[in-house]
């Protein structure tokens, strides 16, 4: 498995659609290890382009900050799980906790409140 961590000064950013690098990270679940990183440029944020380029990678899950609503939804219709409030933390630990079931998340930095709001991050 694949799991993709947008980032920001080398940790994970609170808004995905914003960040520097993708770090993509392939983990064995069996084992519970990561087996390999490779660090990417995104292309220019653009509605709907990052699920598609992930979904090139053969990524299975994004582990972000912050993502609105209709964002999510073009992840899960990709095919990749979304987990939202890892704000902050170096992307091994983020896939490692992630896999063993420990990751810590707050709040998902886009969620506004209002159930109206839809983060253009």
């Keep these: 498995m694949k799991y993709a961590i947008p980032l920001t000064n080398k940790r994970v950013s609170p808004h995905f659609g914003h960040c520097e690098q993708f770090a993509i990270i392939e ?6 290890e990561i087996t390999g990183k490779e660090m990417v440029t995104p292309p ?11 979904a090139g990678y053969n990524v299975s899950a994004i582990i972000a900050g912050g993502m609105g ?14 987990i939202t409030g890892a704000t902050g933390i170096e ?31």
């Design 69 to 82: 609503l209709r964002a999510r939804e073009l992840f899960k219709s990709n095919n990749i799980d979304v």
């Design 91 to 121: 992307p091994e630990k983020a896939a490692r906790d992630y896999l063993q079931g420990t990751l810590q998340t707050g709040d998902n930095t886009c969620d506004h409140g209002n159930g109206h709001h839809t983060c253009n991050h």
């Design 44 to 54: 220019p944020h653009q509605p709907g382009v990052l699920p598609k380029w992930l």
């Design 27 to 32: 983990v064995d679940e069996s084992t519970k």
